[in-house]
T-cell receptor, first 116, second 113 residues
Framework: EAGVAQSPRYKIIEKRQSVAFWCNPI?????LYWYQQILGQGPKLLIQ????????DSQLPKDRFSAERLKGVDSTLKIQPAKLEDSAVYLC??????????????FGPGTRLTVL | AQSVTQLGSHVSVSEGALVLLRCNYS??????LFWYVQYPNQGLQLLLK??????LVKGINGFEAEFKKSETSFHLTKPSAHMSDAAEYFC???????????FGPGTRLSVLP
């Protein structure tokens, strides 16, 4: 079974530029999460989707961050314009709501963003 | 608001020694608790989770954790450390399963030969 795919793996941009990250969840997983992990910290939830609807975006800085999950499969996270403090690893995770041991989040490898 | 603390940002043990990584959470309601491991340049992998039932939970790679409600703790242990256990470990909590996951700051485990 393929895991959660993310691209690009690394991105370096100048401040005030725009950037977009892409996530392809595990097939059949209805729930998708985006996390921001700043160096030395634990992941912080930015947004959670259930199919193509937003469940929780309370910690998403909506003045510069946006995310969408068209058709309830792939998702894109965008930052516009980027700030220095946005330098972090952006993790995508997906989950199948099935109960039991398989009902957990599966994480992708992340995209490491450096803002100069 | 729920929160997670992990005592010790860096723990070093010798190969073959006991591993103990500490996790405490703030709670006014029963939580769901998780331990994840993160290897360099990789995403997080679930080690184990507590939802309901038995308070001693066994996970992958020989790790286990015990939920102690009276101490609001969920410490991770492994009887004998292996070099391959060197990684970052994160404790996480949620009170509404599937939503509002809150992660601790992480503990980096080093295993010395």
């Amino acid at each position: 079974e393929a895991g959660v795919a993310q691209s690009p793996r690394y991105k370096i941009i100048e401040k005030r530029q725009s950037v977009a990250f892409w996530c392809n969840p595990i097939s059949g997983h209805a729930t998708l999460y985006w996390y921001q992990q700043i160096l030395g910290q634990g992941p912080k939830l930015l947004i959670q989707f259930q199919n193509n609807g937003v469940v929780d975006d309370s910690q998403l800085p909506k003045d510069r961050f946006s995310a969408e999950r068209l058709k309830g499969v792939d998702s894109t996270l965008k930052i516009q314009p980027a700030k220095l403090e946005d330098s972090a690893v952006y993790l995508c995770a997906s989950r199948i709501i099935a109960g039991g041991s398989e009902d957990t989040q599966y994480f992708g490898p992340g995209t490491r963003l450096t803002v100069l | 608001a729920q929160s997670v603390t992990q005592l010790g940002s860096h723990v070093s043990v010798s190969e073959g020694a006991l591993v103990l990584l500490r996790c405490n959470y703030s709670s006014s309601v029963p939580p769901y608790l998780f331990w994840y491991v993160q290897y360099p340049n990789q995403g997080l992998q679930l080690l184990l989770k507590y939802t309901t039932g038995a308070t001693l939970v066994k996970g992958i790679n020989g790790f286990e954790a015990e939920f102690k409600k009276s101490e609001t703790s969920f410490h991770l242990t492994k009887p004998s450390a292996h070099m391959s256990d060197a990684a970052e470990y994160f404790c996480a909590v949620t009170y509404n399963y599937g939503q509002n996951f809150v992660f601790g700051p992480g503990t980096r485990l080093s295993v010395l030969p």
